[in-house]
């Protein structure tokens, strides 16, 4: 039998992914978490990335409502650099199973180091 991975990329722009990695440091870290859905904004001076993620298993009927919220908060214009699916649980989703992760990226929205 397979173990399923604990981490697996379903989609990856590996030219942002390598430049958000080889970034300094990130100047402002927010998080933002419902019950089941967490947005973390990272900003540098190089854009803001935002990570959205969620575990629809353990998602309230609020977390559905607020999930439109969080998603407005990432720009029109900004770019999916990366979609991962995690069986692992996620320390700020109780109850978590697993969780999958969406990654965006904006060089227009800078922030301070």
Same mark, same amino acid.
């Given at each position: 039998?397979?173990?399923?991975?604990? @981490?697996?990329?379903?989609?990856?722009?590996?030219?942002?992914?390598?430049?958000?990695t080889r970034?300094?440091?990130?100047g402002?870290?927010?998080?933002?978490?419902?019950?089941?859905?967490?947005?973390?904004?990272?900003?540098?001076?190089?854009?803001?990335?935002?990570? @959205?993620?969620?575990?629809?298993?353990?998602?309230?009927?609020?977390?559905?409502?607020?999930?439109?919220?969080?998603?407005?908060?990432?720009?029109?214009?900004?770019?999916?650099?990366?979609?991962?699916?995690?069986?692992?649980?996620?320390?700020?989703?109780?109850?978590?199973?697993?969780?999958?992760?969406?990654?965006? @990226?904006?060089?227009?929205v800078?922030?301070?180091?």
């Open positions: 039998m397979l173990v399923p991975p604990e @981490f697996r990329t379903l989609f990856a722009n590996e030219e942002l992914v390598t430049a958000l970034e300094p440091g990130w402002h870290v927010q998080t933002l978490a419902a019950i089941g859905i967490v947005l973390i904004i990272n900003k540098c001076r190089n854009g803001t990335e935002w990570v @959205f993620m969620y575990d629809p298993e353990v998602m309230t009927d609020q977390d559905v409502e607020d999930m439109h919220e969080f998603v407005d908060r990432i720009p029109r214009g900004a770019e999916l650099v990366q979609v991962v699916e995690s069986s692992r649980p996620h320390p700020k989703i109780p109850g978590s199973t697993g969780f999958l992760e969406f990654s965006y @990226f904006d060089s227009t800078i922030g301070t180091r």
